[in-house]
């Protein structure tokens, strides 16, 4: 299966620090996305990185991509309360439709 | 912009009863993805059509399942008959292209329960 792995599973961290999460996935690809999740919401976009790329920054967010051992991070720096979410990658590997992950399950403590 | 827009947001039905699902598009997106989500499984594609065809049905669970795309900015997801198993929560999500190289935008679900 090409399903990206998240680690960890869960993550509870205070607000002002950094949190990061890990994903990795087992066939080549084309692109990696991440995507968070609000508590019954629907998942929204944070970032697509290309396999020829290998970082990628919006905002406090920063994504970098290790295609020789398959795998990404996801940092989230200077936490807040609302980045209290779940964070999923999703891989393509090549299928033309994303594989998404179990996700990492992020808490923010004011 | 208005984002993708499903109804009902919640359903909650009798096992063998029809279920349908609906799902608007974003204006001027060309492919449509339905999604199951269940703590077992997780986030499952079920079907993903571009202008209005199906590309891939290999996640649809079986003949229960159906999905249509009748015009351009309209989606539904059929399952006839209903059962227990299929209590989930049921995503759909609109991109511009075809395939992984563009973000998919998500409505936020229908909770659906079998009972």
């Known amino acids: 299966s090409q399903q990206g792995e998240e680690d960890p599973q869960a993550l509870s961290i205070q607000e002002g620090e950094n949190a990061t999460m890990n994903c990795s996935y087992k066939?080549?690809?084309?692109?990696l996305q991440w995507y968070r999740q609000n508590s019954g919401r629907g998942l929204v976009h944070l970032i697509l990185?290309?396999?020829?790329?290998r970082e990628k920054h919006s905002g406090r967010l920063r994504v970098t991509l290790d295609t020789s051992k398959k795998s990404s991070s996801l940092l989230i720096t200077a936490s807040r309360a609302a980045d209290t979410a779940s964070y999923f990658c999703a891989t393509d590997g090549n299928t033309g439709k994303l594989i998404f992950g179990q996700g990492t399950t992020l808490q923010v403590k004011p | 912009d208005a984002g993708v827009i499903q109804s009902p947001r919640h359903e909650v039905t009798e096992m063998g009863q029809e279920v349908t699902l609906r799902c608007k598009l974003i204006?001027?997106?060309?492919?449509l993805f339905w999604y199951r989500q269940t703590m077992m499984r997780g986030l499952e594609l079920l079907i993903y059509f571009n202008n209005n065809v199906p590309i891939d049905d290999s996640g649809m669970p079986e003949d229960r399942f159906s999905a249509k795309m009748p015009n351009a900015s309209f989606s539904t997801l059929k399952i006839q008959p209903s059962e227990p198993r299929d209590s989930a929560v049921y995503f759909c999500?609109?991109?511009w292209g075809q395939g992984t190289n563009q973000p998919q935008h998500f409505g936020d679900g229908t909770r659906l329960s079998i009972l």
């Open positions: 204006s001027g997106h060309n492919s």
């Open positions: 999500a609109s991109s």
């Open positions: 066939t080549s690809i084309n692109n």
């Open positions: 990185i290309r396999s020829n790329e």
